[in-house]
Structures are given as structure tokens and as C-alpha cells.
């Protein structure tokens, strides 16, 4: 039997489909010795290199699908690696062998907040196709008088760059003056959308949170760069969302979990000490050539 080459490679966490087939368009991947081909077809007995180096590709029932929850602070980018050498958010996820983690969507270098990471690439792909419409809710912080006709233009829709957009939901969530908090929520991740669709109405949004994916809050207490395993129930709750068969093992054993309180010391430890070492580096003299 064969399958596609993006969704066998994306599937073995070789990335999201997206990334793998910009990689096939640019020849980055050989399949038997030649350059691959979009829409490529493979067995389970082909060779496979992702510039220059064999991977590993894996029949659908050896993949367990795992998803972390990351709690995303402001500063860090959404790439695997900076060549200025910022942090990103791939900098504290835990290390794997024979996987790697794929983000699914993104959010900018400014915001904070829920973002979810799955070993499934596919899983990934269709998660953040614009097709499924899954809601997300963001807190946000906006500098600026808004009233009432102004929310309803927002909700009803705005012409942005890109097309027209709208919040699904705006919620007063406190504050006072022209410096308040609201909670909205819209189904889809075009890219800056929540700040694009405030600053259409002439008013700043001075903070940006993502507090919740389809029906996945953002843990409660989980610190700014730490993560977290979603559980079996809800790992199949993003899976029965994009119509994946559901995933029957997991790797967070219910008989040795810490408590929520060791768990978030430890995170909140590590948390400075890699603040530290970014300090350190920063302070550094450049390298003499």
C-alpha cells in the first residue's frame, strides 16, 4: 500500500504538511536516490532524506500522537531557529527522539498565551486549515475609547487587507477609562487578525492573550514558558475535530503524575534560570574573528 509522501513524512512528525511540501517544491527531499515529486506516492520500504539526512518514516499504528500546551511569553518567536538568535518557542519543549514537535498556527512575536504543539503533523495540518473553524479566544488589553456602534462594526465585519473579518463574541472583561480589557473570540488565524481588526477602528491594543483553542483552555497557573500534556480525552477531542480516527495510548501516566504545585515550581525554576543564561549570553563581547 502507498500514501502520499507529505502525509507519511507529516504523519512521522517530520513537520507539518504545509512545510513538507514547501521542502519537495524547493528539492530538499529525495525519495530512493531522486529528487521527490508533490503528490509522490511511497511504501514503507522506501529511503527517505530530508536534506542530505535519512529520516525515519512510520506506519500510522506505530505513531502515538501527543500534544503539549506551551504558555507562550512575549518575546519569543514562533520559528525553530533565529538567526539573531532570539529565543523561541521551541527553546523549552522537551527533546524527543525520532519526532519532533510541530506548532499548529502561530502567534507573533508580542502576544501571549495557549499554543499548542502535536508529534502528528497531520494532525497539525488540518487543525489549521481555514476550513474547520475552530474558535479562539483571546484576552485583550486596548488603549482607546470604544463604544458601542464601535463593537458592533466589529462584530458584524470590517474590510481588512485580506477581506472582510469580524469578532464572533466581544465580552467587557474590566478596566476603566480609555485603558480596558475585553475577551473576544473568532474561527480563524489569519496572521495579526485581533490586533489588524482593533487598529481598523483607530484604537491600540497594548496587550494580546490567547487563553483558549476550540474547547482547550489555557491551564490555569501554568507559568510563561512552561507546558503541559493534554490528556488523553482531550488530544481526541482536537482529533474528532478534523474527523482523525482517535488515539488510543498516551504518554502521561495517571499513576505517577506530580501535583500541579511541584509541577509549576519546577517550570517557574527553570523558567529563570534560562532567563539568566539568555542575560548572560546577551552580555557576552562578540567573539574576536
Known sequence: MTEKLQKVLARSGHGSRREIEAKISAGRIRVNGSVARLGERIDADAQVRIDGHEVQI??????????LMYHKPEG?????KDPEGR?????????MSGARWVAVGRLDVNTSGLLLFTTDGEL????????????????????????????QRLLKGVQLEDGMASFNTIKMAGGEGINRWFHVTLSEGRNREVRRLWESQEVQVSRLIRV?????????????????????????????????????RSFI???HQESKQRRFGKIRKATARRRQQVKQQRGRPPAKK
Open 76 to 80: 519569543e518567536l514562533c520559528t525553530r
Open 124 to 151: 497539525a495540518n488540518r487543525l489549521m486549515h481555514p476550513s474547520q473553524q475552530i474558535e479562539r479566544e483571546y484576552a485583550v488589553r486596548v488603549f482607546g475609547e470604544v463604544d458601542e456602534a464601535m463593537v
Open 87 to 95: 529565543p523561541t518557542v521551541y527553546d523549552r519543549l522537551p527533546r
Open 212 to 248: 483558549r483553542y476550540g474547547d482547550i483552555p489555557l491551564e490555569p497557573g501554568l507559568p510563561q514558558g512552561g507546558w503541559a500534556e493534554l490528556p488523553l480525552s482531550e488530544v481526541n477531542y482536537l482529533r474528532q475535530q478534523v474527523k482523525l480516527a482517535p488515539e488510543t
Open 58 to 67: 512510520k506506519p500510522e499504528q506505530e505513531v502515538v500522537c501527543r500534544v
Open 253 to 255: 501516566d495517571p499513576r
